[in-house]
């Protein structure tokens, strides 16, 4: 099961995922992505420390989301891959799309610099 917590800090929005990223998952995640759309809120750190599994279905979410915030002139931010994460995006070719960030903090800042 995924949980989506969201947080709004200025003009970036914080999604913080929990549990599997999953087919059921997957639709929750791009509702999540899409509703930061909606608010025209276009600055995203996405937080994934506390998940434990991403689908391939999944990536594709992130790579689709990623284009339209960036069609905004916006970005989306990466924190907490873990190592699967990180194997996974290195075996589908989207790892050099992402800003990916250990620590939310350290996502966040970049934004406040680039403001």
């Given amino acids: 099961m995924l949980n989506i917590e969201r947080e709004r800090i200025g003009d970036v929005a914080i999604v913080r995922v929990s549990g599997d990223i ?4 997957v639709k929750t995640l791009r509702i ?8 025209n809120c276009y600055h995203v750190v996405v937080n994934l420390e506390d998940m434990k599994f991403i689908s391939y279905m999944g990536v594709g979410v992130l790579v689709e989301r ?3 915030f960036r069609t905004f002139d916006g970005d989306m931010k990466l924190v907490g891959l ?7 995006f290195r075996m589908t070719g989207v790892t050099n799309l992402f800003d990916t960030f250990d620590k939310e903090a350290q996502a966040l ?7």
């Fill in 109 to 115: 800042q970049v934004y406040s610099k680039a403001a």
């Fill in 82 to 88: 873990n190592i699967y994460t990180q194997r996974l």
């Fill in 66 to 68: 990623l284009r339209q």
């Fill in 22 to 25: 999953d087919e059921d998952g």
């Fill in 32 to 39: 999540a992505l899409v509703n930061c759309l909606r608010e």
